[in-house]
């Protein structure tokens, strides 16, 4: 049975991307920007290799190989997917994982915090959850970058 981990980048004051809807001031497109270091292409050649499961209403077509498209998030398939699963589950995005907490889905929450504070956009925790969370983990490195895991209870 996999874990589904929530996971994103996230500013200081608690923002997943700014009012324009841009995270490049945490990640930018690691693997078109020339000269990244090993670990950054490394990880952008996971993600393009993961299968991933989109929800969404509006996209026509996947924008990634190893994509599908889903309409609607159904807790059932997640719960599902989280028995079968071999491995642990990334869920991405502020809203869908809002979903999988209320669901009682998400077993991690993972933020990582980039010393940036960006005044607004869309933030790591919607309204509307409410949670008890258990430290895990505490990671600071050298760029002013803390990792910061907990467990739901």
Partial sequence: MGKLIYSMLTSLDGYTEDEHGDFGWAAPDAHTIPGQPS?????ARQWQAADKIVISKTLAEPRS???????????VAVRQLKAE????????????????????????FQMIAFPVIVGGGKRFFPDGVRLNLELLE??????GVVVLRYAAR
């Fill in 39 to 43: 670990f950054v292409l490394d990880w």
């Fill in 65 to 75: 190989a190893r994509t599908r498209i889903e309409r609607e998030f159904d807790p």
């Fill in 85 to 108: 699963a071999g491995h642990d589950i990334a869920v991405a995005g502020p809203e869908l994982a809002a979903h999988a907490a209320r669901a009682g889905l998400v077993d991690e």
């Fill in 138 to 143: 505490q990671r600071r490195f050298g760029n």
